[in-house]
């Protein structure tokens, strides 16, 4: 270029654009540094000790004026990540369902992130669009759901979960898609229990049918849906005027891991025409383990289901799945037509079929975890968590402490040895630094939530829980 102007734009340009060889050498030191950080991060606190008030004072001197070096800035962002997040990647993470993600998961983002594919359409991404299809029937044949099952990726459990409200409605009545809530002779309600996770109101809200119309059904006094007090409010909706439209099992609930009477419900979805959504976010990779996926026995005969490969599954974020035994419904709630794209092929073209129009390529991360570890090798992760909470269980219980849930899975609900303010107790562990749990209620009381989410969290992790636990609850 000869025009002095374009030349300075072409330079400046340079800074998002650098030429392969400068790519090359700023990716080598990234991924070293990475490793670096990690490897401190893994033995160092699991909680945050960066001074927030300098941060934000670092933070109002950057106006974007001034470009800085790209090396710096990487620097200044790897250091700041280490010392300001709560660290999902330390093995004495015991907290919510963020794994530590998979290594072939997060090779698949750098892989995405490189080729930076637009999964909307089947034209601009033929082979994403295939493989995403593939994962999601071979998923589907795991869970049960049939061979005419299909569905999408989701960034989570609360897109997916809408997902089937929205199937659920467009399946209610023929009118919803033109009329929305107006078109049911009354205001449409949908059940789970009240130990769900509670994005379900957000659900509602979005979907336009208001909070009001999710029903949180009381539970068995185990922590799962009670399937005689669902039968009597349905039959009270039914009398009032209220449409019932959907079910939701939880099968793994957020606060206990709990797994909802699944068979039961589906019998009551089948005999009350509801739509029969399992939300498996979390508990759905015990299919996975040929051990443990029996415990969902029930959920193949679910309308969908939700399963998020970023909890349990160790795929970095957001990776959920929807999955349909009746995607034909998908392609009814969310077709749309417009002459820009490059295709329009319904139950094939992801924009058609799903809430997101432009789409990353998550799948390629549950792929490539999947494929390097076989469903015998996430098996053996999944199981491997559920033997890590049976340690802390007997390692607890001989100390003393007692167990409020009875969950198969890698979630325990404990109550220490004296009775105390368990909020006090938990905000005591995560100070000193070195574990980290959760304040959870479950049925009603306050606990100590502890979830193994880590893949390589050791015996020398558990006894550091277990005696900042003791030492917390002095
Ligand atoms: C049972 C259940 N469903 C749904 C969600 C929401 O998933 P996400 O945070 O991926 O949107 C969660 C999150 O923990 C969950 O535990």
Redesign the pocket.
């Known amino acids: 270029m000869t025009d002095p102007a374009v030349r300075e734009l072409a330079a400046a340009v340079a800074a998002l654009f650098p030429p392969r060889v400068e790519r090359a050498r700023v990716d080598a030191w990234l991924t070293a540094a990475l490793n670096d950080a990690l490897a401190r991060v893994h033995d160092g606190a699991v909680i945050p000790d960066i001074d927030m008030a300098r941060f934000r004072a670092e933070l109002d001197a950057i106006d974007f004026e001034t470009p800085r070096p790209l090396e710096a800035l990487l620097e200044w962002s790897i250091e700041r990540m280490e010392h300001g997040i709560v660290q999902m990647t330390n093995p004495r993470y015991f907290g ?2 963020n794994p530590g993600a998979s290594f072939p998961s997060q090779c698949a983002d750098r892989i995405v992130s490189s080729f930076n594919p637009q999964l909307a359409s089947s034209a601009s991404s033929p082979v994403p669009v295939a493989l995403e299809s593939h994962l999601i029937r071979a998923v589907a044949r795991r869970a049960g759901l049939g061979l005419q099952a299909g569905g999408h990726f989701a960034t ?4 997916a ?1 809408y997902t089937a409200l929205i199937c659920a409605l467009t399946c209610a009545h023929p009118d919803f898609a033109q009329r929305g809530a107006r078109a049911f002779p009354g205001a449409p309600v949908f059940y789970t229990s009240r130990e ?2 509670i ?1 379900w109101l957000k659900i509602a809200h979005q979907a336009g049918i208001g909070r009001q119309a999710l029903r949180l059904v009381d539970t068995d006094g185990s922590g799962r849906l009670d399937p005689q007090a669902l039968c009597r409010a349905i039959a009270a909706d039914r009398a009032s005027g209220a449409v019932p439209v959907m079910l939701v099992a ?1 099968a ?3 606060g206990g891991g709990m797994i909802d009477p699944l068979a039961p419900c589906a019998d009551i979805a089948r005999r009350e025409q509801l739509w029969y959504h399992v ?1 498996a ?2 508990g759905g990779a015990a299919i996975a383990s040929e051990r443990m996926r029996t415990l969902l026995r029930g959920m193949e005969r679910a309308d969908s289901i ?1 399963i ?1 490969a ?2 349990w599954l160790a795929t970095t974020m ?1 990776c ?1 799945l929807f999955i349909s035994a009746r995607p034909a419904v998908l392609s009814e709630a969310f077709h749309a037509s417009t002459s820009f794209m490059p295709s329009s092929i319904a139950g094939v073209d992801p924009y058609l079929n799903s809430v997101q129009w432009s789409r990353r390529f998550l799948g390629l991360r549950l792929f490539l975890a999947l494929g390097a570890a076989g469903w015998a090798g996430l098996g053996a992760h999944v199981e491997r968590s559920v033997a890590v909470i049976e340690q802390i269980r007997a390692r607890l219980t001989a100390l003393g402490w007692s167990i409020a849930n009875d969950s198969p899975l890698a979630v325990l609900d404990a109550l220490p040895p004296t009775p105390q303010d368990v909020r006090v107790l938990v905000r005591r562990v995560v100070a000193a630094g070195r574990a980290w749990v959760a304040p959870a209620s479950f049925e009603g009381r306050d606990v100590v939530r502890i979830c193994a989410t880590h893949g390589a969290t050791s015996e020398r992790d558990i006894e550091e829980l277990v005696s900042a636990l003791s030492a917390a609850a002095c």
Do not use: M
């Open positions: 919510l369902f989570g459990g609360s897109e979960n769900c996770h994005a939880t793994g609930t957020t939300d976010a979390w939700t998020d970023h909890k957001g959920a």
